[in-house]
T-cell receptor, first 115, second 109 residues
Framework: SQTIHQWPATLVQPVGSPLSLECTVE??????LYWYRQAAGRGLQLLFY??????ISSEVPQNLSASRPQDRQFILSSKKLLLSDSGFYLC??????????????FGEGSWLTVV | KNEVEQSPQNLTAQEGEFITINCSYS?????LHWLQQHPGGGIVSLFM???GKKKHGRLIATINIQEKHSSLHITASHPRDSAVYICAVRSNTGNQFYFGTGTSLTVIP
């Protein structure tokens, strides 16, 4: 069966420090991968998505970057965190293509507090 | 304007009540999803719909493609149903999903 793991679950980082959140998927190949941020009272905001190794699409200009070094690994990074980067980050995956059976699966989420 | 609009934003119900959450969308979709997010943050998929109606236990989801509208119903609500319910659609022109802002449901014993 397919599973998705995301870590760390929580972290507190000082302003200006680097960030690395990692997400891995098991049990499937060539998934579409997504990073979302969820702010309080707001919907999920798409940050990045990837349809293959090394293929990253960015949806919003920001202080963050993403990489996909392996087929089932997706990493969210920052060189210097800002206070406004605080929030709840979710990794997700879906099967590629437009089939009506393609659902989306979420990781457990990572709570980031920048102090 | 958001691609997906949900209502109500917050909902409080007495245990046993019938609950309805509504979702409207403005883009072409290949499927609509109802998701459940518990206080810890994890999100699970409840339903994926492309037409008609689906039922899982006390939960029922319907979709009207012509009207671009979906509803999630909970019959005989229970305190364990308390969570945020999120409507999401998958675009039929790419790999993107669009999400509503969620409905926070609290069921009081």
């Amino acid at each position: 069966s397919q599973t998705i793991h995301q870590w760390p679950a929580t972290l507190v980082q000082p302003v200006g420090s680097p960030l690395s959140l990692e997400c891995t998927v098991e049990g499937t190949s060539n998934p579409n991968l997504y990073w979302y941020r969820q702010a309080a009272g707001r919907g999920l905001q798409l940050l990045f998505y990837s349809v293959g190794i090394g293929q990253i699409s960015s949806e919003v200009p920001q202080n963050l970057s993403a990489s996909r070094p392996q087929d089932r690994q997706f990493i969210l990074s920052s060189k210097k965190l800002l206070l406004s980067d605080s929030g709840f980050y979710l990794c997700a995956w879906s099967t590629p293509g437009q089939g009506s059976r393609n659902t989306i699966y979420f990781g457990e989420g990572s709570w980031l507090t920048v102090v | 304007k958001n691609e997906v609009e949900q209502s109500p934003q917050n909902l409080t119900a007495q245990e046993g009540e019938f609950i309805t959450i509504n979702c409207s969308y403005s883009v072409g979709i290949s499927a609509l999803h109802w998701l459940q997010q518990h206080p810890g943050g994890g999100i699970v998929s409840l339903f994926m719909l492309s037409s008609g109606k689906k039922k899982h236990g006390r939960l029922i989801a319907t979709i009207n493609i012509q009207e671009k509208h979906s509803s999630l119903h909970i019959t005989a609500s229970h305190p364990r149903d308390s969570a945020v319910y999120i409507c999401a659609v998958r675009s039929n022109t790419g790999n993107q999903f669009y999400f509503g802002t969620g409905t926070s449901l609290t069921v009081i014993p």
